[in-house]
Every structure is written in structure tokens, then in C-alpha cells.
């Protein structure tokens, strides 16, 4: 396999961990990528520039300076994914990202129930307290 059939092998393996893990159910492939205003190496409706890199060695720097000149153009967020043979996927974002994803990960998380719902079941115990009236 050559350097570009890895690479392409690497950006499809990358829209498919998307996929399978629910993240965004349309990524694919960008064939294109490079050429027309999306750079990214995967169309997604996430928000983010993919730099897909799958290689033993890697220079992050320079992939993350094509990110973030990619991003930059598209006003989305810089990453890359990266993976060496036979390893996991890991992902580079700047800190100001992780930091917001962190905060929203702590955040308390609530309920906001359906309100259709909500009148029904008020409605229902109400009717319920009317008859438990009724019978004592």
C-alpha cells in the first residue's frame, strides 16, 4: 500500500469511528479535500477540520498548522486524528477546545421534560386525587 492509499485508507477508517460511534451518521470520506473551501479530510456536521494522519511517524506540529490554516478559512475547529498500525485513535485539539469540552462534560445535566407530557401527568394526578376524593 502506498503513502496516498494509506492515507485515504486512513481518512475512510476515521469517517467510519464517526459513524459507528454515533458521532455524526453521515461522515465520509472528502474526496475533494484540499481542493474546494471544506479541507477537511472528513465531511461532517460536527464543526470540526479533520487532518486524518495515519502514520508510524508523525509531526504534529505541521498537521496542526494545517488544521488550524484549514480551520481558519471554514471557521470550524482544528483537529487530527491520528493512529499508527494497529493502534487506537487519538485526536489533537487546541487546549481552549478541550477546555470548553470539559466544562460542558461537568456541567449539572437536566431534565426538560416534554411539556405536552408534563400537562398530561399533572392533568392525570389531578383526576386521581378527584376520584381517591370521591371514594373516601
Known sequence: ?????????GEREWAKFLRDNNLDTHAVRNYTSGSTYKKSDVHNSMGYIFEVKRVEKLNLWKAEDQAQRDADS??????????RNNGDWWISVPAWHFADLYKKAREPKTINPDKELKWKLENMIK???AVLKIIS
Not at 1 to 9: D, F
Not at 74 to 83: F, G, M, N, Y
Request: aromatic letters at 0%; hydrophobic letters at 35%.
Open 74 to 83: 471554514s471557521q470550524a475547529i482544528p483537529s487530527v486524528p491520528h493512529r
Open 1 to 9: 500500500m502506498n503513502v496516498k492509499q494509506k492515507g485515504s485508507a
Open 127 to 129: 383526576a386521581i386525587k
